[in-house]
């Protein structure tokens, strides 16, 4: 059984930073991609930014420049470091993880956190 749980969000104003994390624990492999996602009120869900095993990077055009990716492979866990915030960026915040289960299968399954409510007011 796999839990993915997240942390790090809040209330911030204009111009300031946060961090999320999300940890995943319990029985598995590997972890694969590990992505953010965000949902503001009224949107479809939207790609915020994502990491490969191999550390490589890619952000939706927004945040570039302001938010970065990272990950502990040694802690299972994924960061997103959220510089400049601006009200536009208020959301709830989802981690997502592409998880191998087994060593000797390829097979991945998605995994999602209950959710970090980030809001920036102006």
């Known amino acids: 059984q796999v839990q993915v749980v997240e942390s790090g969000g809040g209330l911030v104003q204009a111009g300031g930073s946060l961090r999320l994390s999300c940890a995943a624990s319990g029985s598995f492999f590997s972890i694969n991609a590990m992505n953010w996602y965000r949902q503001a009120p009224g949107k479809q869900r939207e790609l915020v930014a994502t990491i490969t095993l191999g550390g490589l990077t890619n952000y939706e055009d927004s945040v570039k420049g302001r938010f970065t990716i990272s990950r502990d492979n040694a802690k299972n866990t994924v960061y997103l470091q959220m510089n400049g915030l601006k009200p536009e960026d208020t959301a709830v915040y989802y981690c997502?993880?592409?998880?191998?289960?087994?060593?000797?299968?390829?097979?991945?399954?998605?995994?999602w956190g209950q959710g970090t409510q980030v809001t920036v007011s102006s």
């Open positions: 997502n993880l592409a998880i191998r289960l087994r060593q000797y299968s390829d097979i991945t399954r998605s995994y």
